[in-house]
């Protein structure tokens, strides 16, 4: 059955009030027991005593009474007033003595009689029964009073009926006494009584408060840790899930929220499991981070495209077909899968996106949405020099690619990099899309790998590409055309900056002499200057590009209006 957790919260909270509502109505029950014991003993017990002290009282204000109106009788006094006045005061205190008793009697039967009684009645019972004794005593005694009041006091019976009379009230009083201390022992023990049970009322109330938190407690602790356990465990999960681990499964122990929340849980991190294999899949044969926006943005597999400036790097095997003549499939194969993956380790690693793999050409660009505007031309024009320093690496395992273990040909690149506007999306057919650019700064980047070949180069950059890294890597330049009908200046990746040896900084600044004497048409100092160069590095191609050149100019002058620019007919 399944319970909300609101559900739950307010039923503790219930089962709390209902606890600490029985615990107090127990204990105002008890409390109003005890206030009914204080209302029974200041009403019967404390009465009764009373009145059994009152009786006693009167029956000795009665003898004095009585022994007043003997004296003035024996005095013979004339003052009958007087005598009447004591004759009515015996009466009265008689009287009020035997209301006295009677009203003892009556509080006493009357707790008899009230249901809450401290287990005395037998002791009260008794009790009566002796006040009832003292009452025909009592009658006696005032039988004996006004006998004797009404006899002279030199009677000859007067004497003697003094003495009986001192003899019952003595025995009365003695009795009536013996009573009211027996009344005090019974209304001291009901007050005892009601101390010990008011005593009982406050444990009882202090173990019920107890037993109610105690259970309160527990329930609510139970029902904590049933709410905080999964959601820990959820924390835990998510944590997992955070650090890679897609085969989180977390048990549902639960039907309500939290148990819907788990569940869920779990469908989402099969979901992402799902996802992260099509990434693994895919991701051999598409850059992850593509299959991961596509994924993750399906709006980049819209068929619109979007124009933005990028970053477009194209890297080939140098003389390629030679190469690969006279190797078994099997060979090549591993020759270029391992040659494809040292050059895309540093464009994976520059957050480079690879867009595809064209025979021995690998093919890659940089920028939005995958890296920032102003960073991508120098993050690639570092992945071309990482290139190059991989090579040598590439080199030394080619015997182990190829089973030989001599006449191995040399291996070499040419990179090719550009940076411009281009359209970047989704392109293909209805069933096969790939996720591409295309545009001039594409072509250019292409053309830049042939232009390697003119110059003797391994690493050429686009103008626009080289104002983005002046401040991290070394470039040289010199003007060319690449089947465009305006001229590109381009320049040549060097080195980073502070990692250029001193030999190819001269080199660099000699070079650039003798490129503006060369644009002067100065063929001589050119010459001069580019055989200079030779000097520094004597295989430094551009230099012998240039000297090529020169003794194609001499031997045919340019026209007047020649700018320098030399154009290439193909890639």
């Known amino acids: 059955m399944r319970f909300p957790i609101g559900l739950k919260i307010f039923g503790v909270a219930v089962g709390l009030l209902v606890l600490m509502a029985a615990a107090a109505l127990l204990s105002m029950r008890m409390t109003r027991t005890v206030d009914g014991q204080l209302t029974i003993i200041d009403q019967n017990y404390f009465p009764a005593y009373v009145a059994l002290a009152q009786a006693n009282i009167r029956s000795v204000e009665e003898s004095a009474y009585v022994r007043r109106l003997l004296l003035a009788i024996a005095e013979r006094g004339d003052n009958a007033a007087k005598l009447d006045d004591l004759r009515q005061q015996v009466a009265s205190t008689g009287k009020a003595s035997d209301e006295d008793i009677a009203n003892a009697r009556q509080h006493i039967n009357r707790q008899i009689a009230d249901p809450l009684d401290f287990d005395d009645n037998i002791a009260l019972a008794r009790l009566d029964d002796k006040i009832e004794a003292l009452q025909g005593e009592r009658q006696r005694l005032a039988v004996l009073a006004n006998l004797l009041a009404a006899t002279s006091a030199d009677h000859p019976q007067a004497s003697e009926l003094l003495a009986e009379l001192d003899d019952r009230r003595d025995d009365f009083n003695r009795k009536i006494d013996a009573a009211r201390s027996e009344m005090r022992r019974l209304a001291g023990v009901a007050i005892n009584a009601t101390r010990a049970y008011q005593q009982r009322v406050v444990a009882i109330g202090i173990a019920l408060l107890a037993i109610a938190a105690v259970l309160g407690i527990t329930v609510a602790a139970a029902v904590t840790l049933g709410l905080v356990r999964p959601v820990r465990r959820l924390l835990l999960g998510t944590a997992a899930v955070e650090r890679g681990a897609l085969d989180t499964v977390i048990p549902i122990t639960s039907r309500d929220e939290i148990g819907q929340l788990t569940r869920s849980f779990n469908s989402m991190v099969g979901e992402l499991r799902v996802k ?296």
């Open 276 to 571: 992260a294999q099509i990434r693994d899949i895919f991701g051999k044969y598409v850059d992850p981070r593509i299959v991961a926006r596509l994924i993750d943005r399906p709006e980049l597999t819209d068929a619109k495209g979007s124009r933005r400036e990028m970053t477009i790097f194209f890297c080939d095997m140098k003389d390629f077909t030679a190469f690969s003549e006279g190797m078994t499939p099997a060979a090549l194969v591993n020759v270029l899968n391992r040659f494809m993956t040292v050059m895309s380790e540093p464009v994976r690693h520059h957050n480079g996106i690879i867009d595809k793999y064209i025979g021995d050409e690998v093919m890659a660009f940089w920028g939005p949405p995958f890296t920032d505007a102003e960073k991508h031309p120098a993050l690639a024009c570092l992945a071309a020099l990482d290139q190059l320093a991989a090579l040598g690496a590439f080199r030394a395992e080619l015997p182990e690619l190829t089973g030989l273990r001599r006449g191995i040909p040399e291996i070499d690149i040419r990179i090719g990099i550009a940076t411009g506007d281009a359209v970047v999306g989704s392109i293909g057919s209805q069933q096969t899309r790939n996720y591409t650019v295309i545009g001039d700064t594409v072509n250019l980047a292409s053309r830049l790998v042939g232009a390697n070949k003119s110059y003797g180069t391994r690493a050429l950059v686009s103008e626009a590409t080289s104002r983005f890294i002046a401040d991290l890597v070394e470039t040289r330049d010199t003007v060319i055309v690449v089947g465009k009908t305006e001229p590109h200046r381009i320049f040549e990746l060097i080195g980073r900056k502070g990692e250029v040896d001193s030999d190819r900084l001269a080199l660099r600044d000699a070079y650039v002499e003798a490129l503006g004497a060369y644009r002067r048409k100065a063929w001589e100092e050119a010459r001069a200057g580019f055989e200079g160069c030779l000097t520094i590095v004597p295989d430094d191609g551009p230099s012998k590009a240039f000297l090529s050149r020169i003794a194609q100019f001499s031997a045919d002058t340019p026209s007047s209006n020649w700018d320098g620019v030399w154009s290439l007919a193909g890639k």
